[in-house]
């Protein structure tokens, strides 16, 4: 009759494996992605917006007038 009871420590210890191998699995880090082309002119973005405005366009009498970045 005791032979048809499993024991819970091999489930515990089978459960504890499962999780640890998940929690190791999920904190690996990945590389970059490799480009199909490496082009060596390719120049980096920058972080400034695209449409900031000039000097010149944010002063005078409409200065008020524009938002402000």
Do not use: Y
Request: hydrophobic content about 40%; aromatic content about 4%.
């Amino acid at each position: 009759m005791l032979a048809l009871i499993p024991e819970p420590r091999k489930k515990i210890t089978a459960a504890l494996l499962l999780v640890t191998a998940a929690m190791l699995a999920s904190c690996a880090t990945q590389k970059d992605a490799p480009r199909l082309v490496d082009d060596p002119d390719d120049h980096h973005e920058s972080t400034m917006p695209w449409n900031k405005q000039e000097k010149w366009e944010t002063g005078g009498q409409f200065e008020g007038m524009t938002d402000r970045r």
